[in-house]
């Protein structure tokens, strides 16, 4: 590979390239059965991934994001509700709670895992809140078993949001089994992804499923007849297709990723900067790898310069965007601290270890100045 051939953020040619003809052969037969919308494919591809979770439901929908708001009106959350949520994570989870009327409570999070900790929803909680959003951030799980026990403590429902973490696991059990209800994304970056939006909420609960098989279908049960005011949130036939021929390849695609975050880790060792960790027995499947360190934009700048890319996730923390009013420096000070600090390097199961190495020199260079 030559020194000049740029490193993207995600490689997704090389991702698909392999399963070209299986998906333009799935995708010829629904062009033949002409069968686009909740059909056998978005099925099977519910019952797979519920499956990969060991839950008993899988609904497909339009996106992570309507994964998130459904979820939400399953659950009968609206105006006078208060949902936890983290302030540092994409604006996705908190702009959900802003669709049912209900009002998001940002909470600060860990400065090494970047999740929230139970003691900070603990200090969050009022007579108002009804639900916990916990988020798989970057591919690590949070620490569910202590969410779920608070949770239990105080009565309340949690939303599990899986966009960034599906195949991540807690002592040997999935992510999206520990909540009442989680919430899947299928955007193309993620570690399971289609060619378009898509997104899928899973669930033990039976009565949950049945009301997000309405919900996602304009608030119909029956055909015409329309109980609820639901939406237009369908996973379609083609997008299942292609998920449904990256899905067995899924375990080998978060082994490549795991591999490439080892070979970051041997590479970077050494140099002021933190890199990810995990606790023992939490399964990282490396959606993102994000470092952190003070010397974030002069490192951003070297990369670019080399035609290696990288990304901030995340520049500005919910709590501070104008949707929500812009709330203080000092309301959440870790994630306005590493919304300073954090760099995403490039992260893809096809990652080479010569590319790492090229990633880590510029580093490594540009901190020993």
Known sequence: MSQNTAIPMVDL???FQPLRAEILAGMGKILDQASFILGDQGRALEAEVSGLCGVAHGVGCASGTDALLLALRALDIGPGDEVIVPTFTFIATAEAVLYVGATPVFVDVDPTS?????????????????VIIPVH?????ADMPAIMALAHK?????????????????????????GDISCFSFFPSKNLGGAGDGGM?????AELERRLRGLRNHGSWQTYHHDVLGYNSRLDEMQAVILRAEFPHLPAFNAGRRQAAAWYGAHLAGLDLQLPIA??????????????LEQ?????????????????YYPIPCHRQKMFGEQPQGHCPVAD???????????????QEAQIVRVAAVIRRTLNG
């Open 13 to 15: 040619r090389a991702h």
């Open 114 to 130: 970047y999740m929230m900790t139970v003691e900070g929803i603990a200090a969050a909680l009022t007579a108002r809140t009804k």
């Open 137 to 141: 951030l970057y591919g690590l799980p």
């Open 154 to 178: 105080h009565d309340l429902k949690v939303i599990e949001d899986c966009a960034q973490a599906i195949g991540a696991r807690i002592h040997g059990q999935s992510v999206g089994s520990f």
């Open 201 to 205: 909420v899973v669930t033990n609960d």
């Open 279 to 292: 606790a023992d027995g939490y399964h990282h499947v490396y959606h993102q790898y994000t470092i952190q």
């Open 296 to 312: 974030r934009d002069d490192v951003k700048a070297a990369l670019q310069a080399e035609g290696i890319a990288s990304a901030i």
């Open 337 to 351: 601290a590493l919304s300073t600090r954090v760099l995403a390097l490039p992260m893809f199961p096809e990652l």
